[in-house]
Every structure is written in C-alpha cells, then in structure tokens.
C-alpha cells in the first residue's frame, strides 16, 4: 500500500525559508523508475508543479522558482524534503508531495498523492 | 513552458448525460497527458494517463483520448459523485504544467 504524507511548519513568516517533509511507505525512491514530485496549490485555484527528484538522486525544477527550490531525499529513501528560500505571501498554498510514475522519460501522472500540507505566510 | 488551456472553465451536467471537456496544450506532448479529480478539501486523483489509458479502479465511464495538441476527457454517464474540479497535465517536458481546471457540477 502507498502511501505519503507531508508535514511542514503550517505558518511562517515573509523572507523566512520553508522546510517541507514527505514521508511515504510501500515503495522506495532507490527502484529504478521512482520519483517523488512536489506540487503546490494556491486556495481556489490550479495546481503547480515545482520540484521533483528521481531514483539517481537527479533534480528538476520549474524554472519560475528554480532559484528559490531544494529538493533533497534521505539516504534511507523514504523521505524528500524541499526548501523554499524567502518566502512571501504569494506563497501560501497547499503543498503536496506525489509519486510520479515515468514512461522512458515522458512522466505519464501522479498516481498516489499526499494529503497536503496547508502552509501560510503571514506576518 | 507548455501551456495547456482547458475549457470550459465550468458546467453543469444532469445525472446520466455525457459530459466532455477539452485540453489543448501549446505544442504537440505526443499523448503525454493526465487528466486529474479533485474533490473539495482532497488531493487531486489521477483518472487518465497517457492521454488515453484509465488508472486501475476508475470507472469506466471515464475515458480519454486527443493525439498532437488536443486532448479531451468524457464521463459517459454523469453520476453524483463525479462532482469536482477537474485538471489535465502534460508531462512531456519540465516544467510539468496543468489546466486551469474545470469543475463540474450536477445540474
């Protein structure tokens, strides 16, 4: 059974750096193929893909943000973290990590996602 | 980026008719395409992947098709809880990008 669950520090403050934690169970992220994506969504609106991170330990992220993304996995791997650097209101949304299953190199969806983590940056 | 527009941006449809809405991405994604649920307050659930092929467990009143740069999701026969909001997403190059999203209610 997969599963993945996000946590973070629910509301921080603007210029503060955002520290994301995705904990999932049934597979592991060192299976060829594997690969665990974040992707934000502001209150009422679409989805946006941020960060990912593969079995070989590759990044990728969305150029509109690059700067400001890590996206990082343990040794163990079972948890990806991502870090988002000077943060500000435009950034309060709910945040999901979700398994992004790949066909050759074409990712074909997030099959199994994370409840969401819902984060607020306010001063 | 890939930009996929989606419409209509919303509909209402009575229980049991056919429900069909439309994706069109910036460039050809070669079938690379997702269609997504969401339910208020849930994550998003994958119906479609590969423009065409249905996720294990969805009815199959759901189904997909489009090739190039237009794609399209139908419900054959709306149900009550077929209700949500509902995204396409390309994945054929980072950055990944989605609709705009169309939510669906019971008429």
């Known amino acids: 059974q997969v599963t993945l669950k996000e946590s973070g520090p629910g509301m921080l403050q603007p210029s503060k750096t955002l520290s994301l934690t995705c904990s999932f169970s049934?597979?592991?992220?060192?299976?060829?193929?594997?690969?665990v994506s974040w992707i934000r969504q502001p209150s009422g609106k679409s989805l946006e893909w941020l960060a990912a991170?593969?079995?070989?330990?590759?990044?990728y992220y969305n150029p509109s943000l690059k700067s400001r993304l890590t996206v990082s996995k343990d040794t163990s791997n079972t948890q990806v973290f991502l870090k988002i650097t000077s943060v500000d209101i435009a950034d309060t949304a709910t945040y999901y990590c979700?398994?992004?299953?790949?066909?050759?190199?074409?990712?074909?969806?997030?099959?199994?996602w994370g409840q969401g983590v819902m984060v607020t940056v306010s001063s | 980026d890939i930009q996929m527009t989606q419409s209509p941006a919303s509909l209402s449809a009575s229980l049991g008719e056919t429900v069909t809405i439309q994706c069109r991405a910036s460039?050809?994604?070669?079938?690379?395409l997702a269609w997504y649920q969401q339910k208020p307050g849930k994550s998003p659930q994958l119906l479609i992947y590969?423009?065409?092929s249905l996720q294990d467990g969805v009815p199959s009143r759901f189904s997909g098709s489009g090739s190039g740069t237009q794609y399209s999701l139908k419900i054959s026969s709306m149900q009550t809880e077929d209700e949500g909001v509902y995204f396409c997403?390309?994945?054929?190059?980072?950055?990944?990008?989605f609709g705009s999203g169309t939510k669906l209610e019971i008429k």
């Open positions: 049934g597979f592991s992220l060192s299976t060829s193929g594997m690969v």
């Open positions: 460039e050809d994604i070669y079938s690379g």
């Open positions: 979700a398994r992004t299953l790949l066909i050759t190199t074409v990712v074909t969806g997030f099959d199994y």
């Open positions: 590969g423009a065409s």
């Open positions: 997403q390309q994945g054929l190059k980072y950055p990944l990008t």
């Open positions: 991170i593969d079995w070989d330990g590759d990044k």
